[in-house]
């Protein structure tokens, strides 16, 4: 079982940044994927950035070149860079790990972006 502890988000004006990190109970470098997703009020939860274990990415096209997701193995932590913040950014993101043919889920942290 992999526990997953995301760090507290917060209100953060438009075109500001902030990084979100997700620690998790085992080490990463055994986990098979891990990513960032996000859910506004009123609509589903989505996928906003991923990491395999060789370091391969992908993106949400909304956040492509504002948001970077990264892997500290040394401190079993998986980053969300998160730059150019927009008010459409607004949601609670949630930590994600795959392993064992399991997901499991961090418990979320709210990250409004407003002025």
């Known amino acids: 079982q992999v526990q997953l502890v995301e760090s507290v988000g917060c209100l953060v004006q438009p075109g500001g940044s902030l990084r979100l990190s997700c620690e998790a109970s085992?080490?990463?470098?055994?986990?098979?994927?891990m990513g960032w997703y996000r859910q506004a009020p009123g609509k589903q939860r989505e996928l906003v950035a991923a990491?395999?274990?060789?370091?391969?990415?992908n993106y949400a096209d909304s956040v492509q070149g504002r948001f970077t997701i990264s892997r500290d193995n040394a401190r079993n932590t998986v980053l969300l860079q998160m730059n150019s913040l927009k008010p459409e950014d607004t949601a609670a993101y949630y930590c994600k790990a795959q392993y064992n043919g399991a997901n499991y889920w961090g418990q979320g942290t709210q990250v409004t972006v407003s002025s």
């Open positions: 085992i080490t990463i470098s055994s986990i098979n994927r």
């Open positions: 990491i395999s274990p060789g370091g391969r990415t």
